[in-house]
């Protein structure tokens, strides 16, 4: 069971306890561990130059953000495969979820976003609503 794990990461501190628990399952299971990282498609108005910088600015970001999860999940049974996706978070997810075969997709119930009014971010609301595998919120 769990054979094929998916970690969506953002570097939130919600991200960084659904690390601790997807790396205790994969751990358990001797499965797969998929850590995915999406990073948002820049808006549309902004043309050259900023066009170039800002691509450029997002992946450096989300490559970081990628190394912290790598840092945060050390050693595993299997190796760590990894996804850094341009893209919405959520479609980013799902798309790995599919095309990866994941039979668990572990993330936080919120992220890096400010609307602390909702209990869970829009990102995980999404993922829930559409994933064809179960999906845990870590909180
Ligand atoms: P919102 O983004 O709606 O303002 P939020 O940031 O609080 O709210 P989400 O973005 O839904 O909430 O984050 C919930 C979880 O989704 C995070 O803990 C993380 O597991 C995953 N996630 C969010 N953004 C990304 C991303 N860019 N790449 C990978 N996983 C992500
Ligand atoms: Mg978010």
């Given amino acids: 069971m769990f054979k094929n794990i998916l970690l969506a990461f953002d570097g939130s501190e919600h991200a960084l306890k659904a690390?601790?628990?997807?790396?205790?399952?994969?751990?358990?299971?001797?499965?797969?561990?998929?850590?995915?990282?999406?990073?948002?498609?820049?808006?549309p108005y902004l043309g050259e130059p900023y066009l170039d910088v800002g691509i450029e600015d997002?992946?450096?970001y989300a490559k970081s953000i990628l190394e912290a999860g790598r840092r945060e999940l050390g050693e595993l049974s299997n190796p760590l495969k990894t996804e850094?996706?341009?893209?919405?978070?959520?479609?980013?997810?799902?798309?790995?979820?599919?095309?990866?075969s994941v039979d668990l997709i572990v993330m936080g119930t919120r992220g890096l976003g400010q609307l602390m009014g909702l209990l869970v971010g829009s990102q995980?609301?999404?993922?829930?609503?559409?994933?064809r595998c179960p999906v845990l919120l870590v909180r």
């Fill in 124 to 131: 995980s609301q999404k993922v829930v609503s559409h994933a």
């Fill in 19 to 43: 690390a601790r628990l997807a790396k205790e399952l994969a751990m358990c299971n001797q499965s797969d561990l998929w850590l995915v990282v999406a990073y948002d498609p820049l808006p």
């Fill in 58 to 60: 997002r992946l450096e």
């Fill in 84 to 100: 850094l996706l341009e893209g919405p978070p959520a479609e980013a997810i799902l798309k790995v979820a599919e095309t990866r």
